[in-house]
């Protein structure tokens, strides 16, 4: 066997460059289109495999998927470590494949990724699925995601308020002055007569209560991605209408799924296909577990922008072995 030659080398594409390319704008589209394309199965996504790691109370997952229409063939590698103190609580990779020969040929990093593209497909979700014109949006948590789907939330919709709750208040103080949003001091009080709620927390027990929000709220619930981790009472999954982005994700991997056993009634992918109705007029959960062929269409216009914006960094989709 022959070492590969210097020709065959991976290109590694920074934290830094993807942040200057990828924005709400051109994301919030292709992951629209990823979810379109998970559901009518054209793209080729297992349900990603899922290593506990008992002692951290966290997770390494491998996350690979196929969009043969993209020529984009990739995978994710990701740890979820909620413990951590004073670093982030994930950390991820992606690893972009060449479409015609296998070779692997850009390693990048997945952070910005995973923090962007899961909150674009939020707003994807709330697009569909909430009443026209909302003005109240309500986020708990005031991690990562909380931050990403404030900055996506209001880049697609006009509200006229932000709340923001979470379990320390210092970290909803310090977001909400931040982004100028208001700090609640409960969840009760930050959700109350809300038009959108996201729940972006690592809580394994439910945060949000059913007799604590209006009907008709439309919820994407983030967080809670192991089978025995909920953020939603039971009582209020069973009386929403539940979409997911994976069917068979969710009954293997969202406690709040799993142990409500409330109803699914479609994945997202289905009402942007058209194939399954909007209930904007009901109360909406979408349970949102993170899919890999959203981090696949994510990389790919990563390189294409990248491409196109600088061709100092070299995003190879030709067969590297002919040259
Ligand atoms: N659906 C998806 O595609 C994705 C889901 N996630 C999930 O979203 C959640 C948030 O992720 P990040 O913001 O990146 O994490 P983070 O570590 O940056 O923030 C976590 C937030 O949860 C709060 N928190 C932790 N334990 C809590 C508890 N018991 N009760 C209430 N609040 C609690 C923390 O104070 C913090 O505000 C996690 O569960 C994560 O696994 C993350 C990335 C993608
Ligand atoms: O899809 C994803 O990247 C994640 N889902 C839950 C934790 C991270």
């Keep these: 066997m022959q070492p590969r030659d210097d020709n065959m080398a991976l290109n590694y594409i920074s934290f830094e460059d993807i942040q200057k390319v990828l924005n709400f704008k051109n994301l919030i589209p292709c992951m629209e ?12 996504q297992p349900v990603r495999a899922v290593a506990r790691i008992k002692d951290k109370n966290g997770f390494l997952a491998a996350m690979p998927a196929v969009s043969p229409e993209d020529g984009a063939i990739a995978t994710k590698v990701l740890t979820f470590f909620p413990e951590n103190k004073n ?34 497909v939020s707003a994807v979700a709330t697009k569909y699925l909430c009443t026209p014109h909302p003005r109240i949006l309500a986020i708990l948590g005031a991690g990562v995601q909380g931050e990403s789907h404030y900055h ?14 979470s379990r320390t208040t210092e970290n909803s103080r310090k977001l909400a002055e931040k982004v100028g949003a208001i700090t609640c001091q409960t969840a009760e009080e930050a959700v109350c007569d809300a038009d959108v709620i996201v729940t972006a927390t690592s809580a394994q027990t439910p945060i949000l209560k059913s007799n604590w929000v209006k009907p008709g709220v439309h919820i994407n619930a983030v967080g809670a991605c192991c089978p025995d981790w909920q953020e939603i009472e039971p009582e209020l999954m069973r009386s929403s209408v539940v979409y997911t982005d994976s069917r068979e994700a969710a009954l293997r991997e969202s406690g709040d799924v799993v142990i409500s056993q409330a109803a699914i009634f ?23 577990l993170g899919m890999a062929i959203e981090d ?7 390189c294409d922008l990248l491409a196109k914006a600088d061709d100092q960094v ?3 989709v030709q067969d590297r072995t002919q040259s």
């Design 33 to 44: 289109s990823a979810l379109a394309k998970f559901s009518n199965k054209t793209a080729v």
């Design 87 to 120: 670093c982030p609580t994930h950390h991820a990779i992606i690893i972009v494949f060449n479409p015609e020969t296998g070779i692997p040929e850009v390693l990048m990093d997945g952070d910005v990724i995973t923090t962007m593209r899961t909150a674009a």
């Design 152 to 165: 996506a939330l209001t880049s697609t919709f006009e509200f006229t308020q932000v709340r923001i709750w």
């Design 266 to 288: 479609a994945e997202l992918g289905e009402v942007v296909i058209g194939q399954k109705e909007a209930q904007r007029t009901k109360t909406t959960i979408f349970k949102s």
């Design 296 to 302: 696949v269409l994510s990389a790919r216009l990563v």
């Design 314 to 316: 070299k995003v190879p």
